[in-house]
């Protein structure tokens, strides 16, 4: 495993740019030229067409919470500073087929709710004894709600 | 069962019949024992053939699973039994889904000649691991690059973070309770206080005992998710005219499904976040028998957390999707009396983390008659195996 493991190598090309525009607080997700399906995870063909070539669409950061965890238990050694976090999943609404594994922010757990208006904020991800950090897209629940 | 946009049957020849399962065994179930896989699988393979009586000299298949590591492949067969003559050899065996498939390849092979008497072997040390490896069980999705680069960094690892994360989305779907998930940890162990092999043999446990139990992965507690233990299995296969042979009773394999999700091990991605394979696996091997889930007198599944289980109860058939919390309730699932007597050694849960082989080896001992938490007149047996990108069913019979 990487010394810096679990933060993300964003020199890893399948996800070189997602991380590149999350440095720029971008979220950036691949589309197919050929058919404009999204295409997440990233994939080397296109599912719903078969071609082979994605343009990184920035999307507008705003999701619903699809679900969510509350993780209170350390299960890597670099989270045990972390616990208890909430561990989600975000459906994108330009395409709720896309989801986002991710973290949710300034939120209180015991108010989320199934499916409530969410957007996307970048924060750096830290672990104890790696000096680098990586931005990041978390959210956070839509005020006003 | 057709295709539908997540996931797809795979097509299977028509096996009904044409072989048994003839012998059973199982290692010791235990805690970080200090034994490695192999040492382990050899202790459930001599019980096997014991069971079968059969000499080790009469394998002449092998099935098992190269991708964990340190399996009882044919060099230590040879090695442990002191023999060299030729073995069939297939890499499509051990636990998981392969222990619901590996009758399916091992009929094929005795259909052509190929084999007589076909071992399947499966075991696993990690609790003795578990310290040197990355998430334990984890392991293998925090090797994975993608998951790895777009899932780990926020912690959404391993498997009790992906199926505490399904679980919250089946409670808002369908209106699944804590509840209703205790009611599966609690049968399993009361299953296992009545095997004296299972690991929690000495630790019962209540519904309140459940529901007052910490949270672990909010919605999870620990008791919704399977032990970490040391410990293997393996049964024994030939021709039904060779098993009227043999000494012991006739269990024979009536059908096989195995069904597939297209998006593998990326559950965040899964078109039916809430649904297994088995949506795709079940109907064929039910086709397969003649039967239907209202034939089955006991139901082992592949059950690393309750939500697992729940959801294979549902796409298998046995209730309507979406109704497996209210199905699986109070004593539902219980050995004596239960309407699915189900995971009668305890399970994942409670009985030991040996992936599936000991539920294929419960469910021949429930229709031979002759388990620890017996059902009543057990004729039909099925087991459901699960790996996340497949599923399996496999339906076994008393003759």
């Not at chain 2, 023999?83 to 052509?112: C, F, K, N, Q």
């Not at chain 2, 293997?232 to 999700?261: C, H, K, W």
């Not at chain 2, 039910?286 to 039967?291: C, D, I, P, S, W």
């Not at chain 2, 050995?335 to 007597?341: A, E, H, K, R, Y």
Request: with cysteine; glycine share 10%.
């Amino acid at each position: 495993m990487r010394q810096d493991f679990p933060l993300p190598d964003v020199t890893w090309e399948p996800a070189r740019e997602f991380w590149a525009g999350a440095s720029r607080s971008e979220l950036l997700i691949p589309r197919c030229t050929a058919c404009g399906a999204y295409a997440w995870y990233p994939v080397a063909r296109c599912r719903r067409c078969g071609e082979g070539r994605f343009a990184w669409t920035r999307m507008s950061g705003r999701g619903r919470l699809f679900s969510w965890v509350v993780v209170h238990r350390a299960f890597l050694p670099a989270f045990a500073a972390k616990v208890p976090f909430v561990a989600a999943l975000v459906a994108l609404d330009e395409e709720p087929a896309v989801r986002l594994a991710t973290n949710l922010v300034d939120c209180v757990p015991e108010a989320l709710d199934f499916d409530m208006p969410v957007r996307a904020v970048f924060r750096p991800l830290r672990f104890p004894g790696v000096e680098r950090e990586v931005m990041a897209p978390m959210f956070v629940p839509v005020e006003g709600r | 069962m057709a295709d539908s946009d997540w996931g797809c049957p795979t097509p299977l020849e028509d096996i009904a019949g044409e072989i048994a399962i003839v012998g059973v065994g199982e290692s010791a179930h235990t805690r970080a024992s200090g034994r490695s896989p192999k040492e382990i699988a050899a202790e459930a393979v001599e019980r096997a053939l014991a069971d079968a009586g059969l000499p080790p000299s009469a394998i002449d298949g092998l099935m098992y699973a190269p991708f964990m590591g340190g399996q009882f492949d044919a060099a230590a067969f040879h090695a442990y039994f002191g023999t060299s003559h030729d073995l069939w050899v297939s890499e499509r065996g051990g636990g998981m889904v392969w222990a619901g498939t590996a009758p399916y390849d091992a009929a094929l092979a005795i259909r052509a000649g190929q084999a007589r008497y076909v071992l399947n072997v499966f075991s696993v040390a990690w609790a003795t691991q578990r310290a040197e490896m990355v998430g334990g069980p984890g392991q293998v999705h925090a090797e994975d690059l993608v998951k790895q680069n777009i899932e780990v960094p926020f912690g959404w690892f391993p498997q009790p973070v992906y199926f505490a994360t399904i679980a919250r989305r089946h409670m808002h779907e369908f209106g699944t309770t804590a509840a209703q998930l205790g009611a599966i940890a609690v049968a399993c162990r009361r299953h296992a206080t009545l095997t004296p092999a299972a690991v929690m043999h000495d630790r019962p446990l209540t519904l309140a005992d459940y529901l007052a139990s910490p949270p672990l992965v909010d919605p999870f507690r620990k008791e919704d998710c399977c032990l970490i233990s040391d410990g293997g299995g393996a049964y024994v296969m030939t021709s039904v005219e060779r098993a009227r042979d043999l000494r012991q009773p006739f269990i024979e394999v009536a059908g096989v499904g195995l069904g597939n999700s297209y998006t593998g091990t990326y559950w965040s991605q899964q078109g039916a976040f809430t649904s297994t394979p088995q949506v795709f696996a079940a109907p064929g091997a039910f086709a397969m028998a003649g039967l239907t889930p209202a034939d089955v007198d006991v139901l082992t599944l592949y059950d690393p957390f309750t939500i697992v289980a729940l959801m294979q109860i549902e796409d298998m058939g046995f209730c309507r999707k979406g109704e497996g919390g209210a199905f699986v309730e109070g004593t539902a699932l219980h050995f004596d009396g239960g309407v699915l007597p189900y995971n009668t050694h305890g399970g994942m849960l409670s009985h030991a983390y040996v992936l599936g082989i000991a539920h294929v080896v419960e469910t021949v001992r429930q229709v031979r008659g002759e388990a620890a938490a017996q059902v009543s007149d057990a004729e039909v047996g099925v087991y459901g195996g699960y790996t996340g990108p497949q599923a399996s069913t496999l339906i076994l019979r008393r003759r």
